[in-house]
């Protein structure tokens, strides 16, 4: 499967979190629903539609758990028939991520969130140090920006 990325230091985290908990996919992307980094996917569109559904399904929860617990809900476990989703806010010093990755029988979400967590520290390692964290999208940049990186991900830039 392959693995690709918008900017290069997150590359060694991801690879190293797919490879410990053994998992069938994988994103990395902006709250706005802007892709730095997947694994496994094939189609750019695929990832057109797995980014607006997981920034859909964050805020909508965010939401929900503040309507019910005064405060967002961060960690998401679906259970399917045959794959499970798990979808959780990742902090680093460039600002917070959405990850979201899905897993078959030869994982398990105790493994996932064990490795999870340690995909959050080695993010925060790798984060240049320097420089501003990203800026959300806006409204008049987001498909320019959504399609430069998707082409760099799948190699057509």
């Known amino acids: 499967m ?6 290069s230091w997150i ?5 190293r979190f797919v490879e410990d908990a053994e998992v069938d996919l ?6 706005s629903g802007q892709v730095l980094a997947q694994h496994g ?5 695929d990832v057109m539609s797995a980014c607006a559904l997981a920034a859909g399904i964050y805020a ?11 405060k967002p809900f961060r960690g998401i476990h679906q259970v399917g028939t045959e794959r ?17 990755t899905v897993f078959g029988a030869e994982s398990s979400l105790g493994l996932v969130r064990l490795y999870f967590d340690e995909l959050v520290v080695r993010i925060s390692e790798a984060a ?19 399609n430069r990186n998707l082409a760099v991900l799948f190699g057509r830039a």
Do not use: C, N
Not at 11 to 15: A, F, G, R, T, V
Not at 41 to 45: G, I
Not at 87 to 95: C, D, F, I, K, V
């Open 60 to 70: 909508t929860s965010a939401e929900l758990g503040r309507m019910l617990e005064g």
């Open 128 to 146: 240049p140090p320097e420089g501003p964290a990203p800026e959300p999208a806006l409204t008049e940049h987001f498909e320019r920006d959504l």
């Open 26 to 31: 994988a994103l990395l992307m902006h709250p």
């Open 2 to 7: 392959m693995t690709s990325v918008v900017e």
């Open 84 to 100: 499970q989703l798990f979808l959780a806010e990742a902090h680093s010093p460039r600002g917070a991520y959405i990850f979201v």
């Open 41 to 45: 996917f094939a189609r750019s569109m």
């Open 11 to 15: 590359e060694s985290p991801l690879k």
